[in-house]
């Protein structure tokens, strides 16, 4: 069955069954899940962006730590290439994405969101999802910070993260797997921060190492290859960790350079087979009897990700409500 962007969109907007209403993008997991307390977070359907801060980008974004100095002389190119979304934090919240990735550097003595070219300022970036997490608190969001700067910022990283995002981070005495949604109603706590460095996440214990997150990245450029290693590792998931699954293309530098009109098109156009994937393959793994927890997009807007993810947690709570 095909499942166009459009269409699931729409299911926001239409009646669904009997007795169930029209589900808001911003509060979508605290409606489905009302009177569902004990769901655990491990458990649910969430929809994700690859690289959420990199929509700042532009030509004139300098390179990012690290990254080459000869991207300075391909601006538009790079800039192309390295934006996997269009749209604010906020906005991307707003419109139901519950999983954020985060990649964090120091740059010119600021620290900042990066995808091979320096995005934005990461303080203001925390600004919105504080925001967000106030004017909605029954909403669980991941902020995964995959990409770290140095340990010599660190103390500046936990300055900013305690300065913007203290009151609304969570943590429990219990492990993840028994995480619920109701503990984090109770608590009025509602984002989870994982880190990508086991020593900056000692220094609190709201800090979750990526232990608890396996993190799946297929490192293909074709339909078919990106299928076969999702299944593998959705198939052999422990249900008592976070799992994200990217379902995103990895772009080669050969296969950028080889096409012009490929190039020129960017990481958008290269993505586009990708955009009504989401559901189609959400329905199969549920069909087969899997339980997918956390799937990431490039450009999820032109994507019907949010749309699946709110339909795969009304079915599985269907499943649930019939056991």
């Known amino acids: 069955m095909l499942h166009s962007p459009l269409l699931l969109s729409l299911l926001w907007l239409a009646p669904l069954t009997d007795g169930e209403q029209p589900t808001a993008p911003a509060d979508w997991v605290s409606e489905i899940h009302e009177g569902y307390p004990r769901t655990r977070l491990v458990d649910l359907v969430l929809p994700g962006t ?6 700042a980008i532009t030509p004139d974004s300098p390179p990012a730590p690290g990254e080459p100095e000869f991207y300075k002389h391909f601006s538009a190119l790079a800039a192309a290439w390295a934006r996997t979304q269009e749209h604010s934090l ?9 999983y954020l990735d985060l990649r964090v550097a120091l740059h010119e003595g600021e620290l900042v969101l990066v995808h091979g070219l320096v995005s934005r300022a990461l303080a203001g970036a925390l600004e919105e999802i504080r925001c967000f997490a106030l004017a909605h608190p029954r909403e669980p969001v991941l902020l995964d910070f995959q990409a770290m700067p140095r340990a010599s910022a660190h103390t500046e990283l936990d300055r900013l993260l305690q300065a913007h995002l203290a009151d609304q981070l969570f943590e429990a005495d219990e492990p993840l797997a028994e995480w619920t949604l109701g503990a984090l109603w109770e608590s009025g706590r509602n984002l989870i921060a994982i880190c990508d460095h086991s020593g900056f996440a000692a220094h609190r214990p709201a800090y979750l190492t990526r232990s608890v997150l396996d993190s799946v990245w297929t490192d293909s450029c074709t339909i078919d290859g990106l299928l076969k290693r999702l299944d593998a590792r959705i198939r052999s998931r422990s249900r008592d960790r976070l799992q994200c699954a990217y379902l995103t293309f990895t772009p080669r530098f050969e296969t950028i350079v080889s096409n012009p009109t490929r190039a020129s098109r960017g990481l958008d156009g290269f993505s586009k087979p990708l955009f009504e994937l989401p559901g189609r393959w959400l329905d199969r793994w549920l069909d087969e009897g899997l339980h997918p927890n956390v799937i990431s997009v490039d450009f999820y807007d032109k994507t019907d990700v949010v749309a699946a993810a709110i339909n795969a947690n009304r079915r599985l709570l269907g499943v649930a409500a019939q056991r």
């Not at 690859?50 to 929509?55: A, E, N, P, T, V």
């Not at 906020?90 to 519950?98: F, H, K, T």
Request: charged share 20%; glycine share 20%; proline share 0%.
């Open 50 to 55: 690859h690289d959420s801060g990199s929509h």
């Open 90 to 98: 906020s906005r991307q919240l707003a419109g139901g994405i519950r």
